[in-house]
């Protein structure tokens, strides 16, 4: 990504690597704050978390739906918004939190069900990267990821910035300090290192017309989100399977030469990846494992991940490669990376 | 589907043809099981419902999930089977029913989330095709969808029974009869007349490569099913977005051609996906929708629906002519919609 200032996808680029200080901004600055809405939650002592977002954020609220229930031992589910914006309901909500996750927080999608939510008794957060939007000030309690102002379309810091407040904020319900994210600020910096070996990976996808991208557990969100990601910047028909549900039928259209990249950091992930990038193997896919240096698999090629702390965390740098492949296949595509056809900043969906 | 016994997917044509026979069943013998576990459950009070499914079943929860939310006020949450199953996680499910589906009650994934979910805690209840399959024996309740031996691997009359069985049971759980379902047998038989037509438009697939289908609401659900059913039959990639994610990125996809599907049924879904079937139109994209008769909806080609009782069964009916497309498709492109590749009818993932 070298001199952004001349070249198409100049914001993108500038974002992508702006998030290691990003990100070691919210460790220095935010956690306090974050700690101190996890206790007047804790205080209200919430049964059930529901988690609402759209698009990039909705992949956030996925992450965080995950950690609830390993991490914080509460059940949590995703909100469908239009079980409210198109029909109207009002569950029973007393001792749920609510947590809508937003960028812009200006989407009417979830201002309505933030609304609604509050108005059936949830104890009600917002986490935006937009103090003053709608969305902040519908929700009783507020969070920002402070990444600054985001100018491509395509979400890049916000999102990881996204990951990083949700991750504080559920050790900070748990008890805990967070101390897995430590290290994340370096370890993102290390994979930005990678620039030249990802263009080169990116030019291989110069004429795919789709790709199956796949992981598992904490990083099925992040299979979703590069998913979007390339969809969004380069038109490349990419598919999301966690591996388990991708065994479960769609398996059927990987014919040899397929290309799929699977994302297996170390942890529990790469055990569960196996049994797919076996059956990958034999059906002659074209496989990409990005993935811890070292890990067991016959992947056709790889792209290796930092060691992390630990597999709670990595999704937090495992969507970094895929960020930066996105922008690089986007230019090799002849399309600029800040400005997607069709697309919008704010998506006005009710 | 003539002659089905001389033909390739003999079995699947059989099993989608037998979908009003197994419907009308289950209102006639099923009704009062259901009742007699709804008031089981109703009697302890659940404030949150978990639900758990993999694959086809996944959509039957997720539909079940609308249900809960709009026509119960409850709190519900589709479960993600590896925090239990990688991550060995162990939530408070006091007060929670956890809900199982499974076609065979026989997939490890969902065995182990019941078991620890009935450790933790939780009323728990398994929707089966197979009373004395595993899953069906380590819940506290069952219910059989009674929809006779499935042969084919791509489900489908298990599919509706399972729509028809959680819609019963959502029902019952709010002391209501669930009188919106009773047409449902002869609408399906309806749908089935055309059959001329759908194999028609099968044809014009035959060289799709991919292909993106949509909609919202309550028939989000349905709109994945047939994504799977093309999939798993006929090896097209089929794309299933909630119209509102679609405009969330995806869109930019979209080109002059692509080949669309827009499922709306009567009623709020069909105002929803107003503004998506617009940009589809300045997009040039070949849309067919599947939907009401006398919409608005300026679509390329449609294939018209029965009026219904309500919105809230239309999945029920809005999924067959989706298998049957995909049946048609599937002999089209040389492929016997019984034995798509590389797939089994248990899928052993953990």
Redesign the interface.
């Known amino acids: 990504m070298d001199d952004p200032r001349s070249t198409p996808g100049v914001h993108m680029a500038a974002e992508i690597r702006e998030q290691p200080r990003v990100l070691e901004n919210i460790l220095r600055h935010e956690s306090r704050e974050i700690r101190s809405v996890a206790a007047t939650i804790g205080a209200r002592k919430p049964?059930?978390i529901?988690l609402a977002g759209?698009?990039?954020s909705?992949h956030a609220a996925l992450y965080a739906?995950?950690l609830i229930?390993?991490?914080l031992?509460?059940?949590?589910?995703?909100v469908?918004?239009?079980?409210i914006t198109?029909?109207g309901?009002?569950?029973?909500?007393t001792?749920?939190l609510f947590v809508g996750v937003s960028q812009s927080g200006s989407s009417p999608?979830l201002i309505e069900p933030m609304e609604q939510a509050r108005r059936c008794g949830a104890i009600t957060l917002a986490v935006t990267n937009a103090p003053r939007s709608p969305l902040a000030q519908a929700a009783e309690l507020h969070l920002c990821v402070a990444a600054g102002d985001e100018r491509a379309i395509?979400a890049t810091k916000t999102y990881t910035a996204q990951l990083m407040v949700l991750f504080l904020l559920v050790e900070a319900l748990a008890n805990r300090m967070g101390d897995e994210a430590a290290q994340i600020p370096d370890e993102v910096a290390q994979v930005l290192e990678m620039d030249g070996v990802i263009a080169h990976e990116a030019v291989r996808y110069r004429f795919a017309?789709?790709i199956v991208i796949t992981s598992?557990?904490y990083n099925?969100p992040t299979a979703r989100e590069a998913a979007?990601k390339l969809?969004?910047?380069s038109?490349?028909?990419a598919?999301a399977f966690?591996?388990?549900?991708l065994?479960?039928?769609?398996?059927?259209?990987?014919?040899k030469g397929f290309p799929v990249i699977a994302i297996a950091p170390e942890g529990?992930?790469s055990i569960?990846l196996g049994?797919v990038l076996e059956?990958l193997e034999v059906?002659g896919a074209d496989t990409l494992v990005v993935g811890a240096p070292g890990g067991q698999f016959q992947g056709t090629r790889r792209l290796p991940l930092p060691h992390l702390a630990d597999e709670c965390v990595s999704p937090i740098v495992a969507i970094i490669p895929l960020q930066m492949l996105a922008w690089h296949l986007a230019r090799e595509r002849g399309v600029d990376p800040d400005e997607?056809?069709?697309?919008s900043k704010i998506?006005k969906?009710?």
Do not use: C, N, W
């Open positions: 049964r059930f529901l759209r698009g990039t909705d739906k995950y229930e390993t991490r031992g509460l059940p949590a589910g995703l469908s918004p239009s079980t198109l029909y309901s009002s569950p029973d909500l001792d749920v999608d395509a017309e789709q598992r557990g099925y979007l969809m969004e910047t038109s490349l028909i598919h966690s591996s388990a549900d065994l479960h039928g769609p398996m059927a259209v990987i014919e529990r992930v569960a049994l059956q059906l997607p056809r069709g697309l998506t969906t009710r």
